[in-house]
């Protein structure tokens, strides 16, 4: 993997955000790359719930100033900065006041979920492209981990299809069983199609349930990763059957040869 480029792009990563089956694979698989070589750089949003000072997070003014238009409404971005320590690896943090600074990730302290979830994975796809535009850095690979991340192969295959920075970039997407409860605004495929992404390309947001956003997704993905053992029987049969190449489930302690020779083989 040797100067391979990868962005890994993430709804959640440690050490920032706790635990759990998105966040921990997030880490690993970025410094599995890192370990063997390979230049990469992490993007996820700035939760109001991480911790600024203590992860020494700071806003890269270079970078930050932009207006991006999210249903007709100008949102401006700010990028912040950090190290993860001892690994030489540097995260970015899509952030914005209206949609990041609550205090939680996804839903409020009674576990209902933030009604303009659906704006915010929009926000953070574009966040995401319009800073490495910026940076002037070409990944080989974008490896999208979690829900909140869904929106980027869509925006990549439609809103930046004219890019020539991204040209030769594959996606791939990791497919988890973490999911939410219910759907995210039903007015979110509408707000998808105001940036010009064809409605026929996106029919699965029309119920934007969790499944139904991951298959969109999927849709605009060059290659799949299964990355739950107890992946629902539904989105399993329609990653089979999508015609993606696609990486069955592995264990942790076979995740990195196999992670490996996918990223060189399959893509």
């Not at 926000?123 to 002037?136: D, H, I, M, Q, S």
């Not at 080989?140 to 869509?154: E, F, Q």
């Not at 040869?257 to 990223?263: A, I, V």
Request: no cysteine; glycine share 4%.
């Amino acid at each position: 993997m040797e100067d391979k480029r990868i962005l890994y792009v993430s709804s959640e990563v440690v050490p920032y955000l706790a635990e759990n089956e998105v966040s921990l694979m997030s880490y690993d698989v970025p410094k599995l790359i890192n370990d063997q070589g390979g230049q990469i750089r992490i993007f996820m949003p700035r939760y109001g719930n991480i911790n600024e000072r203590r992860h020494q997070l700071h806003e890269v003014i270079r970078l930050s100033g932009m207006n991006l238009v999210v249903n007709d409404v100008d949102m401006p971005l700010i990028i912040k900065v950090a190290s993860i320590p001892k690994e030489r690896i540097q995260v970015y943090f899509i952030d914005n006041d209206e949609y990041f600074k609550r205090k939680a990730t996804f839903s409020d302290e009674d576990g209902v979920m933030y009604p303009d979830n659906d704006e915010r994975a929009i926000f953070f796809a574009k966040g995401v492209v319009e800073t490495v535009k910026k940076l002037n850095w070409v990944p080989d690979i974008i490896h999208v981990h979690g829900w909140m991340a869904a929106m980027l192969p869509i925006y990549m295959k439609h809103y930046y299809k004219d890019e020539a920075l991204f040209s030769e970039t594959k996606i791939v997407s990791s497919v988890y069983s973490q999911s939410f409860d219910g759907n995210l605004d039903l007015e979110m495929i509408n707000k998808v199609e105001f940036d010009g992404i064809p409605k026929d390309a996106i029919a699965d947001l029309a119920n934007p349930t969790y499944e139904n956003i991951i298959k969109a997704s999927i849709n605009h993905s060059d290659a799949v990763i299964i990355a739950s053992e107890n992946l629902s029987a539904s989105l399993t049969k329609f990653i089979e059957s999508s015609g993606k190449p696609f990486l069955p489930f592995a264990p942790k302690e076979e995740f990195a040869k196999l992670y490996t020779s996918f990223y060189k083989n399959m893509l």
